[in-house]
């Protein structure tokens, strides 16, 4: 890993910030200054020290978090709190990612990590990983067989695509819970939407296997390994 990597990583800066610290000598590797960004060091083995405190090692963080109602999924924004301002300070960390971002007037199952492969085996379509939703209309619900109908959607850059059948968990008069595979942008809206439906609540409670559960509007908690196997497992028999 880049020595300046490592820095902004451990919560030292921006990029800029820590090459500025590298370059005025404050950074020492096994108890050599180093004053260039990009050397790389080991993870496992090198010892980094900036201004004669060591620095950690980076290590994965996997963070889910019961998004509320008002809050945008983003890392920084001039006029809104975001979900990185709902955390608390320790792991406020400037390396972490959002994995399947949800509107600002939505809630539910948020995922934050380091981690960009895993980042990408959440969202990618190829993976078979499912968004679950439960959803509250304006009116009633069109029949299940008008939802399901295939219908070519527009994506977040107006690129057109056809989702892959969702999956009808509950369907009620006016609520449902249905499962996505894309995830796409405003997808489950716009679903709805094509359907003759005007969502007014939007809900995520699981993804992949893993669940939503009692985890309180605004919580966050770090996630096992157990809890990441549950939130990759796949269904191949779509």
Not at 1 to 18: E, F, I, P, Q, S
Not at 40 to 63: G, K, M
Not at 96 to 121: C, P, Q
Not at 141 to 166: A, C, I, M, Q, W
């Amino acid at each position: 890993m880049r020595l300046d990597k490592w820095l902004a990583h451990a919560g030292l800066g921006t990029r800029n910030d820590v090459k500025a610290l590298i370059r005025q000598g404050r950074v020492r590797v096994n108890d050599t200054v180093i004053r260039q960004p990009d050397v790389h060091v080991n993870v496992d083995h090198d010892r980094v020290i900036c201004d004669d405190e060591a620095v950690r090692a980076p290590t994965r963080l996997v963070l889910m978090m019961h998004k509320p109602v008002g809050v945008v999924s983003a890392r920084k924004d001039t006029w809104n709190r975001t979900v990185i301002d709902c955390l608390p300070k320790p792991m406020q960390r400037r390396d972490l990612h959002i994995a399947g971002r949800l509107d600002k007037d939505a809630s539910g199952l948020l995922i934050l990590t380091t981690d960009t492969a895993l980042v990408h085996d959440i969202i990618a379509p190829k993976k078979h990983v499912y968004k679950t939703y439960d959803v509250v209309v304006d009116g009633r619900l069109p029949s299940r067989e008008v939802f399901s109908k295939p219908r070519e959607l527009k994506d977040g850059k107006n690129r057109p695509y056809t989702p892959h059948p969702p999956r009808i968990v509950r369907w009620e008069e006016s609520a449902a819970r249905v499962a996505v595979r894309e995830g796409k942008f405003h997808q489950v809206k716009r679903m709805f939407k094509a359907a003759g439906a005007e969502v007014i609540a939007l809900k995520r409670v699981a993804i992949g296997n893993l669940e939503l559960g009692d985890l309180p509007e605004g919580a966050v908690r770090e996630l096992v390994s157990q809890d990441i196997e549950a939130l990759l497992m796949s269904d191949k028999e779509d």
